[in-house]
């Protein structure tokens, strides 16, 4: 039934299937969010490959998540028998990376230069801002690093941007010097990864003629979010008899603080002389309710494009809105909901969280844990954004690239090995000024640092020397060993949990190197991607590709893999996804819309975007909450509730009654947690006994306040096993989350 691609067409409605079908030619469909531009987008993919229209190699297409990727193979994997792996999907950044690392020789990069995270590059910045002796107060690293990705994204190198004033001047110095250090070091920055293809190809007639002729169609998805330089980098690619088609919807454009232009889309048209524009008005995913507050509130905005968009869903659950006195109480109600949406039959991952900034995911986060509701956060503090993790994450880098001197400096006195603030200044004083990395540069350290430095630089030699042939968990393994780093959080009074992550570590590695498909481009390049010029690209070590991963997809793994969990992320983060309920928190003026925006009405359209975009990811279920105060960076606020909530239908809505304070203390006697997620450290209930009787065994309840001799005051947060079995979690205020023998502790309950 695949042959010709027929059987995929049945379900399309007359306008996709139109879109789906149209000549190889380039074209625009914007549409409205929910009304299958995604599903269009891989159809015509699979449709275009059935006819044999062209080959698995001649398509390229850009998704804007790598979730978003993932999901796109995945569904090309079950239309067609197909090894969607070799194809090329994904990201602006990934797949400029996959093409960087083919052709690192020609982009003037070292064979195995490895990428910076937004972290590592603040801090790069901060050397470098550091060494040219300039005060950090009048230019922070922060604002630095934000200029520098600006002026990479609209393809500027420190030469081609405009000096106005003696400040710019400076800016520029500093975008001059960052460019050096890191070519030192070997390293590249996100932004980076783009503009050195685009001018890679620029300047390389042969190389760009060739990925012109290759890449026949090339598709991309949220168009509406992408930036001048992804624009001129697909010009770039487009040949003669390349068919480019481009999906979006201008009400979900949320990226213009980082360079995304609506415009491109107007350029579009007529640049790549489209002749073909397609609307879709027919909205898949939610249901009348959830569909009328999202239409009735952009109404409100003035710049659009004008799009219909309607259901034959029926009308469904009206959306609930809930005002809560905190923002503790307004996290325990979502947890409620969680939970009783999850009893009625709703997988965890069928539902989403939504905040407009990451600070808001930490009450969250602990009312979650305090159930041991598994979850997951997209963004934001993230596993591998963690203090130990990038420690350890530094020392395999170095195993890689020992010339890559943020690395170097994170870890060359951690754990502490007697290596004095003197002499790594020494060491940098002295790689300035010849020009090297600090690696090359101990010989010429003296004095008493000398001997530490020397010893630190051995053991990353006999550790290089002894993962030779390692796989890459035994690798992890052993530079968690060998490094200090295990022990040293071991001996830490507080350091279980980081022990816990490092050990993480190695099963992230593990899974990386056996789960299908992960990493696997970086890792082997097909044989049909010989480049004219027969460069091939180093075939990289897993520990490489690891390593990419690390950086390009953080924080996939909070739930252990495979497990049910409630996710969470920002509604920026949520772009292009769909879940069947979904809560949207935090609706206070100032907080959402930004306070950044309230008196600036361009900006406010755009928050109201990012609303559009949040309402539209619910197909059954959407939930709005807002608190009356709410502690945040430290202070507590006392907020009103959205204007955006004005904003909607009121006959869409259903206000939920808000309960007295006092009933707030009491968590709801739950299941208890069959495993946690790795904030309690691993899976801890014994499958086979019987948590849900547990839940308030012997007297004891979840949630319940106590006292024990040694550990002071805490709260109960499990309960499992039965008679002499039977144990107790409980989280001490200040000796954390502890397991008891229940008919061993001494607890007193708390009134
Ligand atoms: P967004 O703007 O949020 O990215 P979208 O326009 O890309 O949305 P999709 O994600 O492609 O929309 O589709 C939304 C939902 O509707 C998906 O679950 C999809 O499978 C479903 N859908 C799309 N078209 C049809 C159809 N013709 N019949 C049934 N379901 C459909
Ligand atoms: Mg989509």
Same mark, same amino acid.
């Given at each position: 039934? $695949? ?8 379900? #399309? ?7 789906? !079908? #149209? ?47 993932? /999901? ?61 002796? +300039? ?56 932004? /980076?990864?783009?503009? =050195?293809? *685009? ?7 042969? +190389? ?19 930036? @001048? ?28 603080? =980082? ?20 609307? $879709? ?22 710049? =659009? ?17 809930? /005002? ?83 690395? *170097? ?15 790594? %200044? ?32 051995? $053991? ?9 042939? $390692? ?17 040293? *959080? ?7 949990? =980081?022990? %816990? ?83 949207? !928190? ?17 900006? #406010?359209?755009?928050? @109201? ?19 009356? !105060? ?7 606020? *006392? ?37 946690? !997620? @790795? ?10 006994? /019987? ?25 109960? +947060? ?34």
């Amino acid at each position: 039934p $695949l042959r010709d691609g027929s059987a995929l067409l049945r379900a #399309l409605n007359p306008e996709q299937l139109a879109a789906v !079908t #149209l000549p190889d030619e380039s074209a625009l469909i914007l549409a409205g969010a929910g009304s299958g531009k995604t599903r269009v987008l891989t159809t015509r993919i699979a449709w275009l490959l059935a006819q044999g229209r062209v080959s698995p190699a001649g398509v390229m297409a850009v998704t804007f998540t790598n979730k978003a990727a993932k /999901e796109m193979m995945t569904r090309l994997g079950a239309m067609l028998p197909l090894n969607v792996r070799s194809m090329w999907i994904g990201t602006f950044h990934g797949l400029c990376h996959r093409f960087l690392r083919m052709h690192w020789k020609a982009a003037g990069l070292p064979a195995a230069f490895q990428i910076m995270d937004s972290g590592d590059t603040q801090s790069a910045v901060k050397r470098v801002i550091k060494s040219l002796g +300039l005060d950090e107060e009048r230019f922070p690293a922060r604002q630095q690093s934000w200029f520098i990705a600006h002026c990479k994204e609209d393809g500027q190198r420190p030469g081609d941007v405009e000096v106005r004033d003696a400040h710019a001047q400076t800016q520029v110095r500093i975008y001059q010097a960052y460019e050096e250090q890191c070519e030192r070091e070997g390293v590249v920055d996100f932004a /980076e990864l783009l503009l =050195r293809t *685009y001018e890679l190809l620029a300047r390389d007639e042969a +190389l760009r003629e060739h990925y012109r002729n290759r890449f026949r169609h090339i598709l991309v998805d949220e168009f509406q979010d992408t930036n @001048r330089l992804q624009y001129l980098w697909l010009k770039m690619l487009t040949g003669p008899r390349t068919a480019v088609l481009a999906v979006g919807d201008d009400d979900q454009s949320i990226y213009a603080f =980082r360079g995304a232009r609506v415009d491109n889309m107007q350029d579009f048209l007529h640049e790549f002389q489209v002749r073909h524009q397609i609307k $879709l008005e027919r909205n898949y995913r939610s249901s009348g309710h959830i569909l009328d507050a999202a239409n009735h509130l952009i109404s409100h905005n003035t710049q =659009r494009l004008g799009k219909e968009l309607r259901t034959d869903a029926g009308a469904g659950e009206p959306v609930r809105v809930r /005002e809560c006195p905190g923002d503790q109480d307004e996290a325990r109600w979502i947890v409620e909901e969680l939970q009783q949406l999850h009893r009625a039959g709703t997988p965890r991952h069928e539902t989403a969280i939504l905040y407009r900034s990451n600070a808001q995911s930490r009450v969250i986060e602990s009312a979650l844990f305090n159930v041991g509701m598994p979850y997951r956060v997209h963004g934001g503090l993230r596993f591998f954004e963690r203090a130990e993790i990038k420690h350890a994450l530094a020392y395999l880098r170095l195993l890689e690239n020992a010339e890559d001197d943020t690395s *170097y400096l994170r870890v060359v006195n951690f754990p502490t090995r007697g290596i004095g603030a003197r002499t790594v %200044e020494q060491l940098q004083d002295v790689a300035r000024q010849s020009g090297r990395s600090l690696w090359q540069s101990v010989g010429a350290v003296v004095g008493r640092g000398a001997a530490p430095l020397q010893a630190f630089h051995r $053991l990353l030699d006999e550790l290089r020397r002894d993962t030779r042939n $390692l796989c890459l968990s035994d690798i992890v393994r052993l530079v968690l060993e060998r490094s200090g780093l295990q022990d040293h *959080y071991r001996s830490e009074r507080d350091g279980a949990d =980081r022990v %816990e992550n490092l050990e993480e570590l190695i099963n992230a590695a593990e899974a990386f190197v056996t789960q299908e498909g992960f990493g696997r481009d970086a890792v082997a390049l097909p044989v049909d991607e010989l480049a004219p010029d027969g460069e091939t690209g180093e075939i990289v070590s897993p520990l490489a590709a690891f390593l990419t991963h690390a950086s390009l997809e953080a924080g996939e793994h909070q739930a252990q893999a495979g497990q049910d969990a409630v996710q969470l992320m920002t509604v920026h983060a949520a772009k292009g996804l769909e879940f069947d309920a979904v809560f949207l !928190t935090g609706l206070e003026e100032g907080l959402f819309p930004h306070e950044s925006a309230q008196s600036d009405p361009k900006a #406010l359209e755009e928050e @109201r975007r990012l609303m559009y975009v949040a309402i539209t990811r619910a197909r059954q279920r959407l939930y709005l909450s807002f608190s009356q !105060t709410r502690l945040l960076h430290g202070q507590t606020r *006392y907020n009103m509730a959205s204007r955006f909530i004005e904003e909607l239908p009121p006959e869409s809505l259903k206000w939920l009654a808000t309960r007295p304070a006092v009933a707030h203390w009491s968590v709801p006697p739950v299941a208890a947690p069959r495993s946690f !997620t @790795r904030h309690a450290g691993r899976a801890t209930a014994s499958g086979g006994a /019987e948590p849900v009787a547990a839940a308030s065994a012997g007297g004891w309840r979840v949630g319940q306040g106590v006292f024990h001799n040694k550990f002071g005051e805490g709260v109960v +947060l499990t309960l499992e096993g039965r008679g002499n079995d039977a144990r107790i979690q409980v989280r001490f205020g200040r000796h954390g989350v502890k397991w008891l023998a229940l008919g061993v502790a001494k607890l007193t309950p708390l009134p």
